[in-house]
């Protein structure tokens, strides 16, 4: 499976370590080349064979594209690469739709309103393209084989089923239980989650907790 990793920053390191040492054929984007930023230092450091391009080009090769870009960029970032680049590709989305203003009472704002999420907007930006929402409920220094007290459960959403079990299993690869929830519509809550885990990083102050389904 070969797959896109759209930016450069924690997520995207976290990312791309676990996708190489697994064996993922793995191109970078980044609209940082010219300045050859400390993020892709950072990243060759890590990697001196990781292949970092721009944005079109790595999405241009990647079968699933993962964008972790911030939540409020995320629609931007699409619309400048063109989303017919995007067109019978899965797009994971691993964003979360947290505002830049400042937080109320522990409360971290959001982009979204409770009747959309940031995934379902990107599902409607691109109709003919798989979005599945996942892993954006974990910290980004937790997502690759992260040691525990117990495995940790990542949450998916998304419509189309296939599409799901290909994240599914990158998921559980990365040393995770996966659990499905449902269509696209379930994101809100997972982006709902994916506030409370930075919410309750800043009144603990804390960030090495995860959620766990239990049945
Ligand atoms: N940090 C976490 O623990 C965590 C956990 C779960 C989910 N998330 C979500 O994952 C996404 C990425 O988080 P992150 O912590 O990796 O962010 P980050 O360190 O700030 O990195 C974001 C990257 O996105 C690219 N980018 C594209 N457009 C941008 C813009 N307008 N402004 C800033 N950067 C832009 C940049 O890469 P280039 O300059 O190389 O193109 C940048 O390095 C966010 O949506 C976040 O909510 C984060």
Redesign the pocket.
Known sequence: MKIAV???????QALVNGLISEGYDVKV????LEKD?E??TKLKKAHSNVSITS?TEAVEFGDVIVL???????V??IQEIGVQKFEGKILWD???A?SAEAPGNGVIKLITTPEESLAEKIQKLLPSTHVIKA???????L?YRPVLSEKGTVFLAGNDEQAKDKISSIVEKFGWESYDTGKIESSRALEYM?QLYVAQGILYNG?NSTFKYVK
Not at 6 to 12: D, E, K, L, Y
Not at 29 to 32: I, T
Not at 68 to 74: D, E, F, K, Q, R
Not at 135 to 141: E, K, S
């Open positions: 759209i930016g450069t920053g924690n997520v995207a984007g980044s609209r940082s930023s993020n892709i944005y972790p870009v911030p939540g409020s960029a995320l931007d970032v691993i964003t979360n947290l892993m954006n409920t974990v910290g980004a220094h997502m994916g960030w």
